[in-house]
């Protein structure tokens, strides 16, 4: 934990706001997460909220937005963002998934277009708060926001005319960061197509920036439908992973989820990326494996269950991502089928898992986004985090579709730790038991 080290990593939490500020050698970081202060608050207030708070910071500079919930009218938040702030860039924003009881299955992607209207809005029910403020029903919005403070070579990162991003350098090593990747020229063509779209823009922007797929620590990839063609999205990364030898170094931490968004799309992606420049002193960048679950990589997807970034020989900030996260077996099945609290249950003990050995809890997590295939379940993760006393969390939380049918629950999260980084492990992908059978995940 970094109790112990208060002028490394300084975490703030006022009504509305989670915030954490992560001193490194050479930039500061800081993580936060603003949620609506009532049910009743506007989303175009919320987004003056975040405006204040990075006014209030004028070293500041963007470096990803996330957005998470529903709104009438997604477009006239967009447009609050780009006047309000100007130096954000384009954010990434899955809205809550279509229920069956307000849209058909089968409905296209194109349906959700900057989606207007009663089938945006939040259900009318009563609704609890988290002890860390958070509005059970998913009423309103959640912005997570990553910002940059350094004197210099940190650069805006430009996708055709678009702010996506931002890179980065150290003495040590030069990292990127870009999100809210959209393949607006492609959005007629199928989704495996659109997708492969998504990993062109990946490949040009990791190659201006003299890195390769290699480099790439963590990804996240938003699927429109993921149900109907999570295997083809599996497909189309495996062969690029494949093209540029991924397999052969660290598979990134990944999230992949479904839900639609406002450009229309079938895919909105994002990374982050180190690339070592002083090999001496160099972060270093490794699969961590999980106690409780098989490798993904086991099964055919393509993603480490986790990935840290180590500080090289001095004591550091270090960052572990931990990949969307569900109930999964020890053989790669499904754990506690149609059962949310056992679900829940084994979801966040995989976590807690992941992040012992480490040396990490969760009090050392600076981003966290839990996935919920029914709102109704919402509750019952309230009540877990009640019960077993988690501190309060930079959480976001929304309804999104799962990467298999019977997953009820995901979460993933960021986590930093201050310290001498424990021996990174020579095969993080070796597992307790083997996975049988399994084909997605």
């Not at 490394?8 to 915030?19: K, M, S, T």
């Not at 919320?46 to 997604?74: E, Q």
């Not at 702030?85 to 009881?101: I, K, M, Q």
């Not at 969390?393 to 309804?399: G, I, K, M, N, R």
Request: charged content about 15%.
């Amino acid at each position: 934990m970094a109790v112990d080290c208060p002028v490394e990593v300084v975490r703030v939490q006022q009504p509305g706001v989670h915030a954490t500020t992560v001193h490194h050698k050479a930039f500061t970081e800081t993580f936060v997460t603003l949620h609506s202060l009532h049910h009743g608050e506007p989303a175009l207030a919320l987004v003056g909220r975040m405006r204040d708070f990075l006014a209030a910071r004028p070293a500041a500079r963007p470096v990803a937005l996330d957005i998470w919930g529903r709104t009438v009218d997604p477009s006239q938040v967009l447009k609050a963002i780009a006047e309000q702030c100007p130096s954000c860039p384009r954010p990434t924003w899955v809205l809550p998934h279509r229920e069956p009881s307000s849209a058909s299955a089968s409905s296209s992607s194109s349906s959700s277009h900057l989606c207007t209207g009663s089938a945006c809005l939040p259900p009318k029910e009563d609704a609890s708060v988290s002890p860390g403020g958070v509005v059970s029903a998913l009423e309103g919005l959640t912005l997570q926001l990553h910002c940059l403070e350094m004197a210099s070579k940190a650069s805006p990162v430009i996708v055709d005319g678009v702010l996506v991003g931002m890179s980065w350098e150290t003495p040590e090593a030069r990292f990127l960061r870009v999100g809210g990747l959209v393949p607006l020229a492609q959005a007629g063509l199928p989704p495996a197509a659109q997708c492969e779209a998504i990993l062109a823009s990946f490949d040009a922007v990791l190659g201006s920036h003299g890195m390769t797929a290699r480099s790439i620590a963590r990804t996240w990839y938003f699927l429109d439908e993921i149900l109907a063609w999570y295997s083809e999205f599996n497909a189309v990364r495996n062969a690029w992973f494949t093209k540029h030898k991924v397999f052969s170094g660290v598979v990134p931490a990944s999230t992949a989820i479904g839900g639609p968004n406002p450009w229309g799309t079938a895919v909105v992606g994002g990374l982050i990326a180190v690339l070592p420049l002083r090999p001496s002193t160099a972060p270093t960048v490794a699969a961590l494996a999980s106690p409780l679950s098989c490798s993904a990589l086991q099964y055919g997807s393509a993603f480490s269950r986790a990935v840290e970034v180590a500080p090289g020989p001095a004591a550091a900030p270090h960052t572990i991502f931990i990949s969307g996260t569900a109930s999964v077996a020890l053989d790669g099945s499904t754990a506690h089928v149609g059962d949310i609290a056992a679900q829940i249950e084994r979801t966040m003990s995989t976590i807690a898992a992941i992040l012992k050995p480490r040396a990490a809890g969760w009090g050392d997590v600076t981003r966290m986004v839990a996935y919920f295939k029914r709102e109704a379940d919402v509750g019952a993760f309230l009540a877990y985090l009640k019960d077993h006393g988690l501190p309060p969390l930079p959480l976001a939380l929304t309804a999104n579709t799962v990467c298999r049918d019977d997953f009820l629950f995901e979460v993933e999260l960021d986590a930093v730790v201050v310290g001498e980084p424990l021996a990174l492990p020579s095969s993080p992908e070796e597992c307790p038991a083997p996975c049988a059978g399994v084909v997605s995940s």
